[in-house]
């Protein structure tokens, strides 16, 4: 974090804040209505037609049953296979609704949270008056400590104190019903206004640092090395704790399943006559539950997001790490052909690169959600063992994907505004750390939950 006594930043700069938002909740629109209303329409038409088709063969196969014309359990039956196939259309038809809806719906929800920071950064720090610019150490604002992170971090705590009563109180305004529900909210609410605060204030701090005042660490193991980027370090030694946890957790619970695979092997304790399923299962193909025909009905489509996202994560760690470069480099050269035309210069292509990175990382959000209404629709519920570790550690890793999104938003911002340069391009690389930690985490993640 940083900090600095006097803001050299113009209104006029905060004021583009709004311009920005504009620009993402109008993207979040437009994706919604083509994809969660539009096309999902369309498929909606289609499961209604397949759900339709099921019906009709399921009553010709129940009159054939009650005539005493074919015996219930006879699954050779014609009329029986029928009914069983157009089941199977009918789960498929209702899954490609589920693709673009929740597309569309994720989409429209993480635009309006985008929106939603940028235009409170923007007004809140747009509304104090422009101040003279001075030129302490170089013409530079000095880098030193924040209270931002405390503020941040007691917003949050009063948030999760609130939570349980903050989850009842939005349910029963859902609902119409619950005369407590604002009293039941104003806890949560309060712990996320501090929240808002405490990202604004640490917005108006770090906007105008142009790379001179480091602090830098006096005592070891870090001596010499600038203190955010040991507190990053010390800040991912915890994450690896977190997740090793999770990690942990589901190899212990592993072991003792005796999953679909372990049993076709021959694998399961002696005496083990029914076998369990897993998230791997049902993401695999020809993994999951087996329909009336005795055929398998794992959907590929539900494995493909988990699939795309492995690569997603990974080039964009590749983005990230050509918007570092570029902005330490001393010397930016255009590149020659389409990528000149998109890269003109130093900032735009700086600011370009991180824009494709958050592009990248919020189409991981989009892909997960997309993935649990599948595994959610075919009964893989948080519900059970097996889905509770799977939904807590994807979720937990999705949640610090998002948050990564959101301090990227604010790097675009910066990008686009007072630029960065080889001076403060150490603010790209202390966020490409953390970044490249999330992108590693999922590695690891991805083969564990989704292939074993």
Request: glycine share 10%; hydrophobic share 45%.
């Amino acid at each position: 974090m940083s900090g600095g006594g006097h803001s050299d930043v113009k209104n006029a700069i905060w004021m583009r804040a709004l311009l920005m938002a504009g620009i993402i909740l109008g993207l979040g629109i437009a994706s919604f209505v083509g994809l969660g209303v539009v096309v999902a329409g369309m498929k909606e038409t289609t499961w209604d037609e397949e759900a339709d088709h099921y019906h009709a063969a399921e009553e010709d196969w129940k009159i054939a049953v009650a005539n005493g014309s074919i015996e219930s359990d006879n699954h050779k039956d014609p009329l029986y296979e029928a009914k069983e196939h157009a089941h199977n259309d009918e789960i498929d038809a209702h899954l490609s609704y589920l693709t673009y809806r929740v597309a569309g719906l994720t989409l429209l929800f993480v635009s309006i949270i985008f929106t939603a920071f940028l235009v409170i950064s923007g007004v809140l720090n747009s509304a104090q008056p422009d101040e003279e610019h001075h030129d302490d150490h170089h013409g530079h604002e000095e880098h030193h400590g924040s209270a931002s992170p405390i503020i941040f971090a007691f917003g949050c705590m009063l948030f999760l104190i609130g939570f349980p009563d903050f989850a009842d109180g939005l349910h029963s305004l859902m609902l119409g019903s619950g005369s407590n529900a604002i009293s039941d909210l104003s806890v949560g609410m309060i712990g996320l206004t501090i929240i808002t605060i405490g990202i604004s204030n640490w917005w108006r701090e770090d906007l105008p640092f142009k790379g001179y005042g480091e602090q830098i660490a006096s005592s070891e193991p870090f001596t010499g090395q600038h203190i955010r980027k040991a507190g990053i370090w010390v800040f991912l030694m915890s994450e690896v704790m977190v997740f090793a946890t999770f990690f942990s957790s589901y190899l212990r619970m592993r072991t003792e399943w005796c999953t679909k695979w372990a049993f076709e092997e021959g694998n399961c304790k002696e005496g083990e006559t029914e076998w369990v399923l897993t998230a791997s299962d049902y993401l695999r193909p020809e993994g999951g539950k087996v329909n009336g025909l005795g055929e398998s009905v794992g959907d590929f489509w539900t494995l493909l997001p988990g699939a795309v996202n492995t690569f997603a994560l990974i080039i964009s760690s590749y983005t990230i790490v050509l918007a570092l470069k570029i902005a330490k480099s001393h010397d930016y050269k255009v590149p020659s052909g389409f990528m000149g035309k998109l890269m003109p210069d130093k900032k735009t292509a700086i600011r370009n690169y991180l824009i494709v990175t958050l592009a990248l990382g919020t189409m991981f959000i989009v892909l997960k959600l997309v993935e649990w209404s599948h595994l959610i629709a075919e009964g893989f519920t948080v519900g059970t063992e097996q889905g509770s570790i799977f939904y807590v550690a994807t979720g937990a890793h999705g949640v610090h994907v998002f948050a990564g999104l959101l301090i990227m938003l604010y790097m675009i911002f910066k990008a686009d505004t007072v630029e960065w340069d080889e001076d403060n391009a150490q603010g790209i690389e202390y966020f490409g750390l953390y970044w490249h930690f999330v992108d590693l985490a999922w590695v690891v993640i991805f083969p564990a939950f989704y292939l074993y």
